[in-house]
Nanobody, 122 residues
Framework: VQLVESGGGLVQPGGFLRLSCAASGSTLDGYAISWFRQAPGKEREGVSCIFSHDGSIYYADSVEGRFTISRDNPKNAVYLQMNSLKPEDTAVYSC????????????????WGQGTQVTVSS
């Protein structure tokens, strides 16, 4: 599975972005998909994940109510809608996929995209 993220950029505080994670090589249907982010000097952290087997969705406390994850199986893509962005959301955002995966566990994901930079600044 090859994953390619897009949609990052520079946005002012309070603004919004929608990140896309497009897959090739295999259908994402049946995979757990997670978005992770890594800010300079910090460890990678889980942002949101969506599981295929039951449709369950999880969000980190820091983004709950502001971010929304969704998947479009016909387009073989997963999205992360990010609203009310804050400077502390600045990071490289990566999507990851795995047939099983675990909520916010980096080592549980086999396939990774290259990441897309999100910068929130005035």
């Amino acid at each position: 599975v090859q994953l390619v993220e897009s949609g990052g950029g520079l946005v002012q505080p309070g603004g919004f972005l929608r990140l896309s994670c497009a897959a090739s090589g295999s259908t994402l249907d049946g995979y757990a998909i997670s978005w992770f982010r890594q800010a300079p000097g910090k460890e990678r952290e889980g942002v949101s994940c969506i599981f295929s087997h039951d449709g369950s969705i999880y969000y980190a406390d820091s983004v709950e109510g502001r971010f929304t994850i969704s998947r479009d199986n016909p387009k073989n893509a997963v999205y992360l809608q990010m609203n009310s962005l804050k400077p502390e959301d600045t990071a490289v955002y990566s999507c990851a996929a795995d047939p099983r995966g675990l909520e916010f566990v980096v080592s549980a994901y086999t396939y990774w995209g290259q990441g897309t930079q999100v910068t929130v600044s005035s």
